[in-house]
């Protein structure tokens, strides 16, 4: 467990209202490789796009934004389809012993991040808070001013309390998790249904770096250690028919291209 229990509670029962919730606010609409999708064409980024057709089915899928403009020939693919291969393959990685891995890189990145520098200066300054005050103990011990000293002394408790306050704050910033921790969220993921919108959005965001996708596969970036894990040429079960409609109305749209596509060779391969 990584969270207490009236946040673990809280939490599942705005999931279990989610899940409930009118298909508007829960996902119908949301794309998940919003920034993630591009085209193995022109390498532009795909872009959500909704519409209705002749006999008033609702249609949600990805398209090339060139493409949309008549300058890339990239046919447009099902939002659910790419989606549901994308996590799919991303599932198929989150075996038990390389989720162990996984655990064990995190928590030991976790505890290898250095504390950060306003830390340092309070535990600094709270040594010093205790070096005085030990110093006015000695004082009063001795008689010297006893009334001046215990006055000083209260003050220096008072400082040494508010630093203690201030520094507990700035450690709860720090995210440090165990490897049980990382590795039971890991498992809660993998448990929960196959078509919970937030297992779904978990997986891609914790583990899409970026996807490129061509007419018959895609090629899929991994987020993993230093730099991305490429794993190429995934083949797509189907060929996506472009989908003929009416009033077609855009969800949402990026102007964002990448910087460093891969390139389009006809051979699979795995990178590391």
Aim: aromatic share 6%; glycine share 4%.
């Amino acid at each position: 467990r990584i969270i207490d229990d009236d946040l673990f509670y809280r939490v599942q029962n705005i999931m279990n209202k989610n899940k409930s919730a009118p298909a508007r606010t829960h996902g119908e609409g949301e794309y998940l490789l919003t920034t993630k999708l591009f085209c193995g064409h022109c390498k532009e980024m795909m872009i959500g796009y909704g519409g209705t057709g002749k006999a008033g089915k609702q249609y949600h899928y990805y398209i090339c934004k060139k493409a949309r403009k008549k300058d890339c020939d990239k046919k447009i693919i099902s939002k659910a389809y790419i989606e549901e291969r994308v996590v799919e393959e991303c599932l198929k990685m989150l075996t038990k012993e390389r989720m162990q891995i996984i655990a064990k890189k995190v928590a030991e990145a976790c505890n290898k991040a250095p504390d950060n520098l306003s830390i340092k200066k309070l535990s600094q300054a709270i040594k010093e808070t205790d070096i005085a005050i030990e110093n006015l103990w000695k004082g009063i011990e001795q008689g010297q001013s006893v009334e001046m000293l215990t006055s000083r002394l209260n003050e220096r408790m008072a400082e040494k309390e508010e630093l203690e306050n201030q520094l507990a704050i700035e450690k709860n910033k720090r995210i440090v998790l165990s490897e049980a921790q990382i590795l039971s969220f890991l498992d809660f993921i993998c448990k929960m249904p196959h078509d919970d919108i937030n297992k779904r959005r978990a997986i891609i965001n914790i583990f899409v770096h970026s996807v490129y996708l061509y007419d018959d596969h895609f090629t899929l970036i991994v987020n993993a250690s230093k730099r991305p894990i490429s794993i190429e040429n995934i083949p797509l079960d189907d060929i996506e028919a472009a989908f003929e409609g009416e009033n077609n109305q855009m969800e949402g749209c990026s102007s964002m291209t990448t910087s460093a596509p891969p390139k389009n060779n006809s051979h699979s391969d795995t990178t590391e």
